[in-house]
């Protein structure tokens, strides 16, 4: 099985979200999808802030100190044709002026965001986007969804090991592990200094 990760950066500006009608997509077409976004590069796979900021230049023009207070909010995973799909959510203020913007990638437009969820999107960001204009938008926290039949479940991100809530720019690391059973069905694992007992795995190295 595969895995899919993506960013997507949503621009405030009081009480307006920047969206884009995306035409012409790879994966989403025809659909409102955030300012900006895409897959990450090779590089990216630790670092969904870089993945959204070369997104967002790329496709909008826009320099990092054209937005403000750039914060990842929401991220979700979904199943679908065979990948696991990971979406980092990034949400970030206007701080352009009156610069006016265009994208290659559709029709970027300014709505109320009291109204925006009446747009046709793709599944996981409508889901999202449900919960921040009912939730999210009044917190700072970090939330994590898993895509099921019946909706989006979202939990609050903390820091088990501190004991504090994850805010701004939470680290980012994706790592995998397995599990091995011998013929009796008795699980290998190994032992480390820091963590103790543990499987087999460790950190995604680039490319």
């Known amino acids: 099985m595969k895995l899919r990760n993506m960013t997507a950066i949503y621009i405030l500006k009081g009480d307006k979200i920047l969206m884009l009608y995306r035409q012409g997509g790879k994966v989403v077409n025809n659909v409102y999808v955030g300012t900006a976004g895409g897959h990450f590069e090779p590089e990216e796979v630790n670092d969904p802030k870089a993945c959204v ?38 949400f ?3 701080n ?4 006016e913007l265009t994208s290659a990638e559709g029709r970027l437009e300014w709505h109320d965001i009291e109204t925006v969820c009446e747009l046709e999107m793709p599944l996981s ?7 921040y204009v009912k939730i999210g938008r009044f917190n700072t926290a970090v939330y994590a969804g898993i895509t099921t039949p019946k909706g989006m479940t ?12 994850l805010m701004a720019f939470p680290t980012h690391i994706v790592a ?30 680039e490319g």
């Open 53 to 90: 900021l070369r997104e967002l230049k790329e496709e909008c023009g826009l320099e990092p100190e054209e937005i403000k207070n750039l914060t990842l909010r929401y991220a979700t995973k979904r199943l679908k044709d065979g990948e696991i799909r990971q979406n980092y959510y990034y």
């Open 92 to 94: 970030a203020e206007w």
């Open 96 to 99: 352009a002026g009156d610069k």
């Open 125 to 131: 960001a409508q889901l999202m986007m449900e919960h």
């Open 154 to 165: 979202f939990v609050e991100l903390e820091d088990m090991q501190r004991g504090e809530k």
């Open 176 to 205: 995998a592990a397995g599990y091995v059973f011998d013929k009796e069905g008795n699980l290998l694992l190994i032992t480390t200094p820091n963590r103790g007992w543990d499987c087999t795995g460790g950190q995604i190295e």
